[in-house]
C-alpha cells in the first residue's frame, strides 16, 4: 500500500519560513506528480502547488511567489518551502499524489498523506 508522510510543521511568527517535506512509500515507480494542498477550519481544501518527475510545477494563485515547490525524483520525495508566511497560510497542508504505480500495469489514484500544521502567527 502507498503511503505519503509529511513532515516539517510548525508554528512560526509572520515573515518566517518552513519547509515541508513529504516521502513516498509503498512503490519502486517513479510518481509522475506529486504536490501539496491545504485546508483551513472552515474553508475547502485549496491547491498550493504540484510538480513533475520533469519539474514542471503549477502554483495556487495566493502563494506564488513566496513558495518553491521542488522533489527528489530518485526517493520519490517533494518539498514545499515557504517563506514570507502570512497568518492567512495557517492551515493543515497536505501531500497528495494523484497517480501512484504500484506495478506495471496497476495504479493507486488519489492519495493523500495524514496531513501537517502550519501556524502562522501575527
Known amino acids: 500500500q502507498v503511503q505519503l508522510v509529511e513532515s516539517g510543521g510548525g508554528l512560526v511568527q509572520a515573515g518566517g519560513s518552513l519547509r515541508l517535506s513529504c516521502k513516498a512509500s509503498?512503490?519502486?515507480?517513479?510518481?509522475?506528480?506529486m504536490g501539496w494542498y491545504r485546508q483551513a477550519p472552515g474553508k475547502q481544501r485549496e491547491l498550493v502547488a504540484t510538480i513533475t518527475t520533469s519539474g514542471s510545477t503549477n502554483y495556487g494563485d495566493s502563494v506564488k511567489g513566496r513558495f518553491t515547490i521542488s522533489r527528489d525524483n530518485a526517493k520519490n520525495t517533494v518539498y514545499l518551502q515557504m517563506d514570507s508566511l502570512k497568518p492567512e497560510d495557517t492551515a493543515v497542508y497536505y501531500c497528495?499524489?494523484?497517480?501512484?504505480?504500484?506495478?506495471?500495469?496497476?495504479?493507486?489514484?488519489?492519495?493523500w498523506g495524514q496531513g501537517t500544521q502550519v501556524t502562522v502567527s501575527s
Open positions: 497528495n499524489a494523484p497517480s501512484v504505480p504500484t506495478n506495471w500495469r496497476t495504479y493507486e489514484l488519489d492519495v
Open positions: 509503498g512503490t519502486a515507480f517513479s510518481i509522475n506528480t
